[in-house]
């Protein structure tokens, strides 16, 4: 069966210190990988989306990237984090269509910028 | 552009109760609409997708419904447990994904 992880579970990383949230998919292949944030009290926010290694689509322009190095790896990042992205960064993937398949979601990951 | 609406936002019930929770959404081109569930600083759980062909899809206590047409869709849980308390969140599938914001369900012993 297919299985998702995301690590690490929790994080508390001061203003301008650099941050990597990966995500790890098991029992598929060539899965589309999505990033989402959730800030608290509000919805989803995709920030972005991977149809395959090294193909990486923004939706949001902010000081967070995304790399997949791997099939089923996919990494979120930053340089230097700002207050405003504290939040809870979910992982999620698909082998259906892009914006059609039935979506999974990771545990998640939870940031706190101080 | 597609805009889900779930209403009410919060809802609070007695155990055993029989519930309906609401998805809008504006544009019924759509391709699919899938239920989930997300407990308190957890991941979301996919509960049932149910194919704009459809028009019901059931797992256990969970029914979900959908009309196109009108732009809704119901999730009903039957005979409500604590353990139902969650936040429920609808996702439209066409062009994009669209999320509702979800209603926070707290089910009272």
């Known amino acids: 069966s297919q299985t998702i992880h995301q690590w690490p579970a929790t994080l508390v990383q001061p203003v301008g210190s650099p941050l990597s949230l990966e995500c790890t998919v098991e029992?598929?292949?060539?899965?589309?990988l999505y990033w989402y944030r959730q800030a608290a009290g509000r919805g989803l926010q995709l920030l972005f989306y991977?149809?395959?290694?090294?193909?990486i689509s923004s939706e949001v322009p902010q000081n967070l990237s995304a790399s997949r190095p791997q099939d089923r790896q996919f990494i979120l990042s930053s340089k230097k984090l700002l207050l405003s992205d504290s939040g809870f960064y979910l992982c999620a993937w698909t082998t259906g269509g892009l914006w059609t398949g039935e979506l999974f979601f990771g545990e998640g990951s939870r940031l706190t910028v101080l | 552009k597609q805009e889900v609406t779930q209403i009410p936002a919060a809802l609070s019930v007695p155990e055993g109760e029989n519930l309906v929770l609401n998805c809008s959404f504006t544009?019924?081109?759509?391709?699919?609409l899938q239920w989930f569930r997300q407990d308190p600083g957890k991941g979301l759980t996919s509960l049932l997708l149910i194919q704009s062909s459809q028009r019901e899809q059931t797992s256990g206590r969970l029914n979900a419904s959908l009309d196109k047409s009108s732009g809704r869709s119901t999730l009903y849980i039957a005979a409500s447990q604590p353990g139902d308390s969650a936040t429920y969140l609808c996702a439209v599938s066409g062009s994009r994904l669209t999320f509702g914001e979800g209603t926070q369900l707290t089910v009272n012993p």
């Open positions: 544009d019924s081109a759509i391709y699919n």
């Open positions: 029992g598929t292949s060539n899965p589309n």
């Open positions: 991977s149809v395959g290694i090294g193909q």
